[in-house]
């Protein structure tokens, strides 16, 4: 089974902080993503990365970044966190290849206080 | 730039009964991929049906069957003989074949599956 691992399930952050959210994924996938998860907005695209140290802005990356140094890991930064970053965000993982299936991780809900 | 669409924010059905969710989406490509995820509550999203713009045929798995209509860019998922379990949020995405794995999302419809 594919597994995709989020670093945390719940996190409390104070505004400001720089917060690391961390995913890895165990099945040599090419592609990773990091959405968030809004009521009513359904997930929309922070940043995605084809391979190692490639990255590519989504649909609202203002205010992240983004580091993928291991093909396994990808990770999403909160450079000054704030508190309309409070929100749930899914990490994702496919094949490039036949354009495989996405699959997710559990999900951290991120609170900024 | 590829959007997807979900006009209905929740629906209910009973359990047994049939129910469809639609998905409309726009794009300017012709090689496309759709799918239907489902993410239960508190629990993973996974994936319940994928279709290739190139075929024809709806895809179906088990209960789960689409209506891919191409000219329209309307992809609706068709749940038969509901079940407790499908009570979820669904997601329609779009994946463009030319690009490098870009999945789009729609805003999810909440289905609540009534005994």
């Known amino acids: 089974d594919v597994k995709v691992t989020q670093s945390s399930r719940y996190l409390v952050k104070r505004t400001g902080e720089k917060v690391f959210l961390e995913c890895v994924q165990d099945?040599?996938?090419?592609?990773m993503f990091w959405y968030r998860q809004d009521p009513g907005l359904g997930l929309r695209l922070i940043y995605f990365?084809?391979?190692?140290?490639?990255?590519e802005k989504g649909d609202i990356p203002e205010g992240y970044s983004v580091s993928r140094e291991k093909k396994e890991r990808f990770s999403l930064i909160l450079e000054s966190a704030s508190t309309n970053q409070t929100s749930m965000y899914l990490c994702?993982?496919?094949?490039?290849?036949?354009?495989?299936?996405?699959?997710f991780g559990q999900g951290t809900r991120l609170t900024v206080v | 730039a590829q959007t997807v669409t979900q006009s209905q924010p929740e629906m209910s059905v009973q359990e047994a009964e049939t129910v469809t969710l639609s998905c409309t989406y726009d794009?300017?490509?012709?090689?496309?991929?759709l799918f239907w995820y489902k993410q239960p509550p508190s629990r993973q999203m996974i994936l319940v049906i994928r279709?290739?713009?190139?075929?024809?045929q709806n895809a179906t798995e088990n209960r789960f069957s689409v209506n891919f209509q191409k000219a329209a860019k309307s992809f609706s998922l068709k749940i038969s003989d509901s079940q407790l379990g499908d009570t979820a949020m669904y997601f329609c995405?779009?994946?463009?074949?030319?690009?490098?794995?870009?999945?789009?999302f729609g805003q999810g419809t909440t289905l609540q599956v009534k005994p």
């Open positions: 995405a779009f994946l463009a074949s030319g690009n490098t794995g870009k999945l789009i």
């Open positions: 990365s084809y391979d190692v140290k490639m990255k």
């Open positions: 279709q290739e713009a190139y075929k024809q």
């Open positions: 994702a993982s496919s094949l490039q290849f036949l354009r495989g299936e996405a699959f």
């Open positions: 099945m040599d996938h090419e592609n």
């Open positions: 794009t300017s490509e012709n090689n496309y991929y």
